[in-house]
């Protein structure tokens, strides 16, 4: 794959690559009306808090496109996942630009406000590359080991990445890099992982889940690098399920956890983690097995990390404390 984007502007629509296919096919799929954004989205065609976000804002441009009225179309998408707050932030841009713009301009305005969220959103991630490739440089004469979670590389987001942003710049920096990737049961989304490194030639290797406190235990780990799909104003992350117990195993490890993410995932209006919506999925992804039969099954998407066991967060704007995070409210 010589172009890692994941929307493009395409005619009367969208493109995006189907992630619910990866990695065994790599397809395209056109989106051309509201439903077709939103079910994308619900379905996990496109996935990751930062790519969410842009879909749902090119699907508001769709959706007025077909005469929908944005009131209807901003529903609609919120209404895709919870847990993402790029979503609602994107969707929030949307309404305030729209309702800024005249009617008869609406259709065009929407679709160049989709385009610069999703081109900021790729600025962003450049800037969150550079500015954690320094944590990467830690070590001589080896390479050094990020133990990753989910998939917050280039696929999650337009470009680039957020957790896997820095692997990348560090690998273009010619820096020697190695990346544990967790399973991440029960979607497998660290197989998208997997399948992005092996495409950028970096050195990596797939574990389970519960083999990652084995691997921080033993010292095999120099740092750990997760994306977020909401932060609290306290600085709680939300990320994949999963992600808490990676941090547990570093706090008690000593080894340095990081966020990255961009500014466009900090939820200043939720005050802390207990109070972000979490995502509660269906007892199918865990299964068919299980599904068939008659345990009952609770399926969180996404678990809380609390500040204090985050060593930093990586946004666009440097490498931010978790708890100081207020001084950025706009
Ligand atoms: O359910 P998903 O696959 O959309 O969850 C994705 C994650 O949890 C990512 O880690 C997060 O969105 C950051 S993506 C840059």
Redesign the pocket.
Known sequence: MSEPRTIAEDGDGVVILDQTRLPAQTAFVRLTTLDEAAQAIRD?RV????L?GATAAYGVALALREGVPLAKAIDVLAAT?PT?VNLRWALERMRRVLAESAVAERRERACDEARAIAREDEEANAAIGRNGLPLLQIVEHRPVRVMT????GWL??VAH???LAPVYAARAAGDDVFVWVSETRP?N?GLLTAWELRHANIPHALIADNAAGLLIMRGEVDLVI????RIAGNGDVA??VGTYLKALAANVHGVPFYVA?PLSTIDFDCPEGAAIPIEERDAAELGEKVSRGDTPVVNP??DITPADLITGIITEQGILPPTGLAALRR
Do not use: E, S
């Not at 996935?47 to 930062?50: H, T």
């Not at 979670?149 to 917050?152: D, L, M, S, T």
């Open positions: 996990m996935r990751g808090a930062p969410i996942r993402a979670h989910c998939n917050a999650a987001t990445g957020t957790a979607r989304q997760v994306g977020a799909d990320n994949k993410a998407a996404f």
